[in-house]
């Protein structure tokens, strides 16, 4: 079903291109669900770094009208008191280790396609926010985005002084900013695009040529219906506190991986047959865990996987266990897998793993790597597939992260083609770090067999290129 945000996305890659327009785009509340300073606070709170006089202050001030110019700039400066004789990179390194522990799951993966869509269009991209640098550079770094406006923090000779250098884009301050910006580059702000969620967002959002509101605060909300702004609703990644649906459904899906491990071990044991059981494990799995975890896959060009068999099946990696229903889905029996070695040292998981036939590969080590790949082969030429994710790792954000070289490898010495298997919008039904699954739909294309018939080790680098290349045209140009 096509939503505002498809019908703006299509438009923006049909309409003009080129550096010359801008995609400008706030970060809370717009490019993430919810506000990176409470991670931050929550952070100091830990350290015992807040002090009861910030605390009466900051709630004073969130639940009053909107903050003024001023305001803010005092509301920032309370937090960096403490802060005064730090180096920047210290607090640099504390956003990082602040993104990858929670706020890259908060990510709106709505915003994360629109920006691709602008991206795509040669627009210039640019993240203008009041909140610092150490809180939006992770996520600007991620999603390819080199222009950043945000709260900068005063430093004398090389130390934080406490204090807010400059003006911060806030309010007024955000659209003096960003049309400072946009005249130094030659950028002309009628024909170009806003995004953002706040009420002290309204001069942005009214400076620009296609202003653009974002799950909207009140008072925006109220401009945008009197000027007859499209309103863009990104699904909130919140739940109740109480709701116990996704805890439940969670853990019935690894109850259902369990069982049907189980079965399937009985099963093999009884007749003899491991490869009978495996198969009747993951059948079941399939059958049992997308209906219970409320998920569905849906799936373009299925046939493509039963088209050669053995292959060597690749996906793309942002979550274990959503990553394995859709493998459970899309292949359904006679394969296998290639997972990292620090998976065979979980509980449970690992053994049961093991006993399907996992090649485990030690990536500190090349040669042990190397030597691990062989049994898969030798299960490739006794007519086993095997599932590898080319990343190695999963990542935090739907970014493709760099293709390693062992599937490739595998499936030209196995003499077997590659099938890509291209998985949308795994991380937004199970983020990495999530412990609950959200309801809702797995979008994935498998494409035609790749076959590596005549290939030799010369062929690899640019193989690795291309399949890469495939994956991300079919991320950021989806068919249907």
């Not at 709106?108 to 909140?131: D, K, L, P, Y």
């Not at 942005?204 to 219906?225: S, T």
């Not at 793993?353 to 990536?363: I, N, P, T």
Request: with cysteine; glycine share 10%; charged share 20%.
């Amino acid at each position: 079903m096509s939503t505002a945000t498809d019908e703006l996305i299509d438009a923006v890659r049909s309409g003009p291109v080129g550096p010359k327009i801008a995609a400008i785009f706030d970060f809370d509340g717009t490019l993430i669900d919810g506000y990176s300073a409470s991670a931050l606070y929550e952070h100091r709170f830990r350290n015992f770094e807040v002090g009861a006089g910030e605390l009466f202050r900051t709630m004073r001030l969130m639940a009053g009208e909107t903050m003024t110019e001023e305001q803010f700039t005092g509301l920032v400066e309370d937090g960096l008191g403490g802060w005064a004789g730090r180096t920047e990179e210290d607090v640099l390194e504390l956003g990082e280790r602040l993104f990858a522990q929670g706020v890259a799951g908060t990510l709106f993966h709505e915003a994360w396609r629109m920006v691709r869509a602008h991206q795509r269009a040669g627009h210039t991209v640019v993240i203008a926010t009041s909140a610092t640098r150490l809180q939006v550079a992770p996520l600007a770094r991620e999603l390819g985005v080199e222009h950043v406006l945000c709260t900068e923090l005063e430093l004398e000779g090389g130390l934080l002084t406490g204090k807010v250098s400059g003006r911060p884009p806030w309010g007024d301050g955000k659209i003096a900013a960003v049309r400072a910006f946009l005249a130094d580059h030659d950028i002309d702000i009628a024909a170009s695009h806003a995004y953002a969620n706040g009420d002290e967002d309204v001069p942005l959002l009214a400076g620009v040529g296609f202003p653009h509101p974002v799950n909207p605060q009140p008072e925006l909300a109220v401009v945008a219906e009197a000027k007859g702004w499209p309103v863009l609703m990104f699904r909130s990644h919140k739940t109740g506190r109480l709701d116990p649906k996704p805890a439940l459904r969670t853990a019935a899906v690894f109850g259902t991986l369990f069982a049907s491990a189980g079965v399937g071990i009985a099963v093999g044991a009884l007749n003899g047959n491991r490869r009978q059981g495996v198969d009747l494990a993951t059948s079941m799995f399939d059958a049992l865990a997308g209906p219970l975890a409320d998920i569905d896959v849906e799936v373009i060009g299925e046939q493509h996987a039963w088209e050669q068999r053995p292959a060597v099946f690749f996906i793309n990696h942002q979550s274990t266990m959503i990553d394995f229903l859709v493998t459970t889905r899309v292949i359904r029996t006679g394969f296998t897998a290639v997972a990292k070695a620090e998976v065979k040292q979980m509980p449970v998981v690992g053994q049961l793993f093991d006993l399907a036939g996992v090649a485990f590969l030690d990536r500190s080590d090349r040669s042990r790597a190397i030597s691990a790949l062989k049994p898969a082969v030798e299960t490739l030429r006794g007519g086993t597939s095997v599932v590898i994710a080319p990343e190695g790792t999963r990542s935090l954000t739907p970014r493709l992260g760099a293709f390693k070289k062992g599937g490739f490898h595998l499936a030209m010495q196995a003499g077997v083609p590659i099938v890509p298997i291209v998985i949308r919008n795994a991380g937004e039904i199970m983020w990495r770090n999530a412990r609950t699954m959200r309801p809702g739909t797995v979008q994935v294309v498998v494409h035609p067999p790749i076959s590596t018939s005549g290939w030799d080790s010369s062929d690899i680098s640019s193989q690795v290129s291309a399949v890469r290349q495939l994956y991300l045209d079919t991320l950021d140009e989806w068919p249907g």
